[in-house]
């Protein structure tokens, strides 16, 4: 069992030279790195020693791109699975991972404190890893997190505002600033490297490449992919991937280039880039080289390596639930919204709506923002990007879903498309498509990565198997579905049950 503590707090921090209050999570940010064995469970208590109200004092944790099967409390959607964790309080989250392996991370999923600092790495190991012949390396130090940074507090960012900077495994440069130390990934030539890539971003997408380097991925999200060889890796916010890196160039420094494709910006001085470091390579910076990028990265060109066909009957409106998700702006309100209606927090998170009997979509709250959806369902959902100006990364929690069209295509795979959890809905001319199996009951939060536009409304909740939540969920008592004894399930279920009674008695100062 992986046992860990995460002690939530406040701290100036500088990593890019300028100093500013931020979150940490003991004491740093990113925060620990967390990592355990395939079918191991996680007990992971976090502890709220939050101060600063201007990033709000209470505080949760998601645990992005784990299913959470048969424990959606212990997802960390705070008002969907969870009142927040009261300031001076603790919260344990326990859940064992349902055959799962590969990269994920864990971030607040409150408000906007991820772009606070709240976000760190999450790695689950498999012995029995199929390409464990490929790679010699594979540990925190090939870890990669690509985050942006903002010199003012995350409410005052505006749509316009790009980030002051960006940060590669919590270093970087901001324009007109110091010369700070890069971020240093060291190998040594010969050996193979399991780079394991997060975009922990609140917002922009990037394109990853290194100098004279070319990768060959296989993962994305947290699901094995067929291997392919690319030169450059677009990335999405909250997206992972696995890549192959060969140290097989000349000893030297080689400059690690993250372009945001969502703003404009450079790498002169420095700017968004780290430093692939060859053992016995000088202790200085890399030289400029000329590296023309021809092969990135094509989402359709992945392929799930394991169980890879789609669900249900292939063919668009063939699943037995599909559904047209309209994601816009309101030019009035400047709220998103889906399907007409902007999301908003309820009073009482939704699965305590549910186990106190709540069960259709006409009882459920926020109205308008729940779909009820059956027990064992092929669901189809598509995000047509015709109102939306730029691509969104849509996550959905509680599954892996397969991307029957990507961004970028008019094409339909329902034969091998790749497994995910979270996936870019491309420009105004696409129509990303995706299919899951309802085979996990709870409320599940759809909703963009991009924080500010979930904090605007852009979300929604797949209330699944309502009839059978109260049924699975241990924190309602149900013992015979959880490997844990019963003394401890009554432990997580009275502790869970106290989160919105302490969160309720708060003053608004410390919400």
């Not at 971020?183 to 971003?201: D, E, H, P």
């Not at 053992?279 to 890879?308: C, F, K, M, Y």
């Not at 919105?500 to 608004?508: A, D, I, N, Q």
Request: net charge negative; with cysteine; aromatic share 10%.
């Amino acid at each position: 069992m992986t046992v860990a503590t995460l002690n939530i707090s406040n701290a100036v921090v500088s990593p890019d030279g300028f100093n500013r209050s931020a979150i940490v999570i003991n004491g740093r940010s990113p925060g620990t790195v967390l990592t355990g064995t395939k079918g191991e469970r996680f007990q992971i208590t976090v502890k709220n020693s939050l101060t600063d109200e201007s990033m709000n004092r209470s505080t949760s944790v998601h645990w992005h791109g784990i299913i959470q099967y048969r424990s959606n409390a212990m997802d960390g959607t705070a008002f969907v699975t969870q009142c927040p964790i009261a300031p001076g309080n603790s919260f344990t989250y326990s859940f064992t991972p349902p055959n799962q392996a590969g990269t994920f991370w864990y971030h607040s999923h409150f408000r906007l404190q991820y772009c606070e600092g709240l976000r760190g790495a999450m790695v689950i190991y498999d012995p029995q890893d199929p390409y464990l012949n490929l790679y010699d390396v594979d540990d925190e130090s090939t870890i990669i997190t690509i985050a942006d940074w903002y010199h003012i507090n995350a409410f005052n960012v505006r749509p316009t505002n790009p980030p002051d900077s960006l940060l590669i495994n919590g270093l970087g440069r901001y324009s007109g600033g110091p010369l700070t130390p890069f971020s240093v990934i060291n190998v040594v030539k010969g050996k193979r490297y399991r780079i394991r890539l997060l975009n922990i971003a609140c917002k922009p997408d990037y394109l990853f490449s290194i100098d004279n380097h070319t990768f060959t991925v296989i993962e994305a999200d947290g699901e094995s992919t067929e291997p392919l060889v690319v030169d450059s890796i677009p990335i999405s916010a909250a997206q992972r991937y696995s890549f192959i890196l060969e140290a097989n160039q000349t000893i030297d420094n080689y400059f690690i280039r993250v372009n945001p494709t969502s703003y404009r910006s450079t790498f002169d001085n420095g700017l968004n880039s780290a430093v692939l470091r060859y053992s016995g390579a000088p202790i200085e910076d890399p030289p400029v080289r000329t590296w023309p990028l021809v092969n990135p990265l094509i989402e359709s060109n992945l392929h799930a390596l394991n169980n890879p066909s789609a669900p249900g009957v292939p063919g668009v409106g063939n699943a037995d639930i599909s559904l047209n998700l309209v994601a816009q702006i309101n030019q009035t309100t400047a709220a998103f919204q889906i399907n007409g209606v902007s999301y908003s927090s309820p009073a009482t998170p939704v699965l305590l709506q549910i186990l106190s009997g709540a069960l259709s979509t006409a009882q459920l709250q926020p109205q308008g923002s729940v779909y009820t959806l059956p027990p064992n369902k092929v669901v189809e959902v598509s995000f047509p990007g015709a109102l939306l100006a730029a691509s969104h990364p849509f996550h959905l929690h509680g599954h892996k879903f397969y991307v029957v069209r990507s961004a970028g295509t008019a094409e339909y795979n329902y034969v091998n498309p790749v497994c995910r959890d979270t996936v870019s809905s491309g420009t105004v001319s696409d129509n990303v498509t995706i299919r899951f199996t309802t085979d996990n009951p709870g409320p599940w939060f759809l909703h963009c990565h991009i924080d500010w536009h979930l904090d605007l409304g852009m979300a929604v909740v797949f209330a699944e198997d309502t009839q059978d939540t109260a049924l699975t969920d241990p924190v309602n008592g149900d013992y015979d579905s959880s490997a844990l004894a019963e003394s401890a399930l009554m432990f997580l279920a009275d502790q869970w049950k106290q989160l919105c009674p302490t969160y309720e008695r708060l003053p608004s100062s410390e919400q």
